[in-house]
Antibody, heavy 129, light 107 residues
């Protein structure tokens, strides 16, 4: 059974860098069938997709977070990581890692469709001094 | 970015009732619309993908329909364990965006 587990500090000071790791068990992040990514949810609010990574190292990030996001993968350790720099209180959220199942459609041009089919339990990160 | 809206924002229904949630996209997303269920304190769970396909292991009382900009999610007979917030999410265009959610409660 695939399991994802987030880990990292629960408290980060403003202007510093948030760092989280997602450890995957029961499956390999080196599989070519999946991407791996991050989604966050501020307390009491909705979901925001942050970005993903493929085993080749190719990444896709939400432009709303500009260049603050770095997603990397360590295939031997079977984990991937999120770094979010220059954090503010607005970055306080539950951060989820999730497997991105995908398929390619040619319905309207060629595009890759993602489905977030396995999630970690989430970890609350609070930005506060 | 594609904006997703949902209605209602919350609803209260009785066990056994048919429950319907609508989701609208700000532009044509074909059938590239997914539905998630999130129980309190838990991670979301994928229920429906590509507008109408039931994810493996999801009860058949859940269904979805629609294409273009208008989509519907239905629970045919509400059960106590369905108490959750439901989110739609478009996968048609980057960045992938979610609706604001619909909270379903038991009357």
């Amino acid at each position: 059974q695939l399991q994802l587990q987030e880990s990292g500090p629960g408290l980060v000071k403003p202007s510093e860098t948030l760092s989280l790791t997602c450890t995957v068990s029961g499956g390999s992040i080196s599989s070519d069938a999946y991407y791996w990514g991050w989604i966050r949810q501020p307390p009491g609010k909705g979901l925001e997709w942050i970005g993903n990574i493929y085993y080749t190292g190719s990444t896709l990030n939400n432009p709303s977070l500009k260049s603050r996001v770095t997603i990397s993968a360590d295939t031997p350790k079977n984990h991937f990581s999120l770094k979010l720099s220059s954090v503010t209180a607005a970055d306080t959220a539950v951060y989820y890692c999730a497997r991105h199942r995908y398929r390619i459609t040619t319905l309207r041009g060629v595009k890759r469709l993602y489905y977030f089919d396995y999630w970690g339990q989430g970890t609350l990160v609070t930005v506060s001094s | 970015d594609i904006q997703m809206t949902q209605s209602p924002s919350s609803l209260s229904a009785s066990v056994g009732d048919r429950v319907t949630i609508t989701c609208q996209a700000s532009q044509d997303i074909s059938i590239h619309l997914n539905w998630y269920q999130q129980k309190p304190g838990k991670a979301p769970k994928l229920l429906i993908y590509d507008a109408s396909n039931l994810e493996a292991g999801v009860p058949s009382r859940f269904s979805g329909s629609g294409s273009g900009t208008d989509f519907t999610f239905t629970i045919s007979s509400l059960q106590p364990e369905d108490i959750s917030t439901y989110y739609c999410q478009q996968s048609d265009d980057f960045p992938f965006t979610f609706g604001p959610g619909t909270k379903v409660e038991i009357k």
